[in-house]
């Protein structure tokens, strides 16, 4: 058997990396790697998703080289984010050692036909394909700062107001309605960091806009609507209200929106891929989710 000094240097690499569970000291490392690829989460965005979520960490001689999270969105459902490899450690397998970790684990909890979602970067299409993930659709990324409230006329009997507690329950039935994923610990702390403004007909909740702080501003999301122009005038009650701020959407590739986000300021900065493994995730309602909640947690 030969010593560590004989082996060559990835070999000694395997053997003394070990996965364990991602813990709330993790945070700070996982802001480094991410910021290294320009993703724009706060320490806090990181930290809040951890909290509803779970994570996997490579280690190596004390130094995290690579990273998963997944969230359970059902009884068989999950979507899965925040998979980064440190840049001196990549194309050596470690990607695939930790998905492989991160699928482990979802079979184990959610069963091995569990349904699982992911948005994918160029760099991770390869890796996903390779692990018997599809693409379905894309996600694009707009961000920018608008200065001007644009008016969108809603029919006779609409009105939009600010989200109150007593929307929640229909809120999240929305959502769950729109996307399929079944959430409640995301929404709720999306109830508590986000600000809400519904739509409403009657006294029916139609749709809503969540607006809450994230990376460098502000991100409007999720958006669930019967019709993009319905969309478009909660988003822009936050647009209107936040005139010269940083806002950030990440909206489906067919929502009909990006030419008007587009006019308004908030210029397309990205694009990835919505992947699936097993059956896709569909709402009762499909074509109503306008602006999801981020690229990692869908
Ligand atoms: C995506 C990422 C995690 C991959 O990590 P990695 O450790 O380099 O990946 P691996 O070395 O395990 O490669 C995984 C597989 O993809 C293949 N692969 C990787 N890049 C490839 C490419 N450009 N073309 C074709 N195949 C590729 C590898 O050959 C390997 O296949 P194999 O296991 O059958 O040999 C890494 O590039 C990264 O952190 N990128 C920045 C963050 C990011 O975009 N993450 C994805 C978020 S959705």
Redesign the pocket.
């Known amino acids: 058997m030969p010593t560590s000094a004989e082996l060559p240097p990835a070999e000694v690499e395997h053997r003394t990396m070990r996965l364990r569970a991602m813990t709330p000291q993790d945070v700070a490392a996982l802001h480094l790697l991410a910021k290294a ?1 320009q993703w724009p989460h706060r320490a806090e965005d990181l930290a809040d998703m951890l909290a509803v979520g779970s994570g996997t960490v490579a280690e190596l001689n004390g130094e995290i080289i690579g990273t998963t999270m997944w969230w359970r969105a059902g009884p068989a459902t999950a979507t899965l ?1 925040m ?3 440190s840049r001196r ?9 930790v998905m492989d970790a991160v699928l482990d684990q979802i079979a184990a909890a959610l069963g091995p036909d569990a349904a699982i979602m ?4 160029e ?2 299409l ?2 996903y394909r ?1 692990l018997g993930f599809r693409g379905v659709g894309e996600i694009l990324q707009h961000q920018g700062a608008a200065f001007q409230a644009p008016l969108v006329p809603l029919e006779p009997g609409e009105r939009i107001r600010p989200m109150g507690e007593r929307d929640g329950a229909v809120v999240d039935s929305l959502v769950h309605a729109a996307t399929g994923l079944d959430r409640p610990s995301v929404m709720t702390l999306l109830r508590e960091k986000a600000h809400g403004v519904v739509l409403t007909h009657g006294d029916t909740v139609t749709g809503a806009a969540l607006f809450r702080r994230f990376g460098r501003g502000y991100v409007v999301g999720p958006v669930i609507a019967p019709d993009a122009t319905r969309a478009k005038a909660l988003i822009a009650q936050w647009i209107g209200s936040r005139s010269g701020e940083f806002i950030r959407l990440d909206i489906p590739g067919d929502s009909g929106l990006g030419a008007w986000l587009e006019e308004l300021g908030l210029v397309r900065v990205g694009r ?1 891929v919505t992947m699936v493994r097993g059956g896709e995730p569909r709402g009762t309602a499909p074509g109503t989710a306008f602006a999801i909640v981020s690229q990692a947690l869908c």
Do not use: Q, S
């Open positions: 690829e984010g998979v980064i490899v450690h990549r194309g050596a397998g470690l990607g695939r050692i992911l948005n994918a970067t760099d991770g390869p890796l390779k990835v």
